[in-house]
C-alpha cells in the first residue's frame, strides 16, 4: 500500500483546510485509514480514523466537531476536513492505514498502522 498525502498549508486562525490522502497499491476496502500529526518538539498523536469502506469514525477530544474524515472510494483517497483551525494545530499531518475488521476506534496508536504517508505540514498563525 502506498499512501500520499497533500493539501497542507498556511492559514490564518479560524480558516479551514483540506488534506488529501491518495491511496494506491491495492484496494484498502478491508483497512481503516487514520490521521495523526505532529508538532515541533512533540510526539505523533492521532488525530482520527475510519473504515476506508463503512461508516463510523473516531476523532481525538481536541479535534471533535472541527475536524472530519472522509472518504472517496471512487478516487482511493482519504480526506481531513478542518476547519476552525487554532495555532495549536500547527503541525505535519500524516495518513497511515492498517488492515483490520476492528472499529476505527480500536487502533489509534502510530505503532498500530504499518503503511504511512510522507506528512504534508500544515501552519496556523494567530
Known amino acids: 500500500v502506498q499512501l500520499q498525502a497533500s493539501g497542507g498549508g498556511w492559514v490564518q486562525a479560524g480558516g479551514s483546510l483540506r488534506l488529501s490522502c491518495a491511496a494506491s497499491g491495492r484496494t484498502l476496502s478491508s483497512h481503516n485509514v487514520a490521521w495523526f500529526r505532529q508538532a515541533p518538539g512533540k510526539e505523533r498523536e492521532f488525530v482520527a480514523a475510519r473504515r476506508w469502506k463503512g461508516g463510523g469514525a473516531s476523532y481525538s477530544d481536541f479535534v471533535k466537531g472541527r475536524f472530519t474524515i472522509g472518504v472517496d472510494i471512487v478516487k482511493d483517497t482519504a480526506y481531513l476536513q478542518m476547519n476552525n483551525l487554532t495555532p495549536e494545530d500547527t503541525a505535519v499531518y500524516y495518513c497511515?492505514?492498517?488492515?483490520?475488521?476492528?472499529?476505527?476506534?480500536?487502533?489509534?496508536?502510530?505503532?498500530?498502522?504499518?503503511?504511512w504517508g510522507q506528512g504534508t505540514l500544515v501552519t496556523v498563525s494567530s
Open positions: 497511515a492505514a492498517r488492515q483490520t475488521m476492528y472499529s476505527p476506534s480500536y487502533y489509534t496508536k502510530s505503532s498500530d498502522f504499518p503503511f
